[in-house]
């Protein structure tokens, strides 16, 4: 992040929502090494809270307390004081969502209105949804849910008419090496002498690494002016090799012959698709391009993409002709791909 990026950090206060989970953590870990700033941490996993606050007790203005999103009057009276909300709070599993569709829905839906009716409360100034590619051409609940969330922060910046706070909404792809990506469980898989279990042996699927997801939350929270989704451009791979090659790293660390760890197709579980969007047809005659970014604006935005793309910096395209799909852009190659996991020490 720039240098102006930075000092917007700089004697404010922030209030993560979902900050036991995996990116909510990350986020805190970056934050906490910023001078001069105040965390307000909440989440409903009990056993996690207790443990961030030992591992954060010595950090003054940093603490962390026990709330459920959907309670409007507890988020009111701990966010208070809050300058920037950053809401990565949800039900993210597919298969639990499609089996639990209303608790989907209050928690992802009526839990993001929450926040919005919270940050209208507080009059902090900029909040921050972290969404999902599933929200693209959603076929689950849990991307419909993200979709109909990013479409409530959208329509609160329009009735808001530019002024604070500014809502803005990012998309991820899957951030590997969370506790929701199919790293652990092959490596788990592999640990046990197999088989590595494939949904679909053709499966796409858009990555990112934890540092990635992090650095563009910080980072959309500033470039934003209201209503924006943000979509960072990432490698796109095939989960076959994936798997081959975690097959091929990880099998001699556990004595393991490779050869002996077979790849078993299981079929497609309920609301998965093969592959993943990140933008559709409709989104991209409002897609601005920018050297990192594909920017949405949203469909309320009363001028031009043309006379819009002149706020931002950066910008390289405002004709952006196609989606942005993994069944149909280019690849990672298994060396390519060997040597990114390697790298980021994802295996």
Not at 109 to 130: H, M, N, P, W, Y
Not at 286 to 308: F, G, Q, S, V
């Amino acid at each position: 992040m720039n240098k102006e990026i930075k000092n917007h950090w700089e004697g404010k206060q922030v209030f993560i929502t979902g900050v036991c989970g995996t990116v909510g953590r990350q986020i805190l870990s970056l934050l906490s090494q910023k001078p001069n700033i105040g965390i307000i941490g909440i989440d409903i996993n009990e056993s996690e809270l207790f443990f961030l606050k030992e591992e954060y007790q010595s950090k003054a203005g940093f603490d962390f307390f026990y709330c459920d999103i959907r309670d409007l009057k507890e988020l009111s009276r701990l966010a208070k004081g809050s300058h920037y909300i950053i809401h990565t709070a949800a039900l993210k599993h597919v298969g639990i969502c499609e089996f639990s569709p209303f608790d989907a829905i209050k928690t992802n839906v009526l839990g993001t209105q929450s926040i919005i009716d919270l940050a209208e409360e507080i009059k902090c100034e900029r909040v921050l949804f972290t969404s999902t590619d599933k929200a693209v051409n959603p076929t689950n609940v849990m991307g419909t849910s993200k979709l109909m969330a990013e479409r409530l922060m959208s329509s609160a910046s329009y009735r808001n008419n530019g002024k604070p706070p500014k809502y803005i909404s990012t998309r991820f792809g899957n951030v590997l090496g969370s506790r929701g990506s199919v790293i652990p469980l092959f490596k788990k898989q592999i640990k046990e002498g197999g088989p590595v279990t494939l949904t679909d042996g053709n499966m796409t699927r858009f990555i990112m690494t934890l540092e990635d997801a992090t650095h563009l939350v910080l980072e959309s929270l500033f470039i934003g002016y209201g209503g924006e989704v943000f979509v960072t451009k990432m490698p796109i791979i095939n989960i076959s090799d994936l798997a081959e090659i975690m097959i091929e790293v990880l099998s001699p660390e556990f004595g393991i012959n490779p050869n002996d760890i077979k790849i078993k197709t299981i079929g497609k579980r309920p609301g998965e698709k093969t592959y993943e969007e990140l933008t559709n047809s409709e989104e991209i005659r409002r897609t601005i391009e920018m050297e990192n970014y594909l920017c949405i604006i949203p469909a309320t935005a009363k001028h031009n993409i043309d006379e819009i793309s002149k706020k931002y910096s950066g910008v390289i395209s405002c004709n952006v002709t196609k989606p942005y799909n993994s069944s149909v852009e280019i690849k990672m190659s298994k060396p390519d791909l060997k040597k990114y996991l390697i790298t980021k020490k994802l295996i």
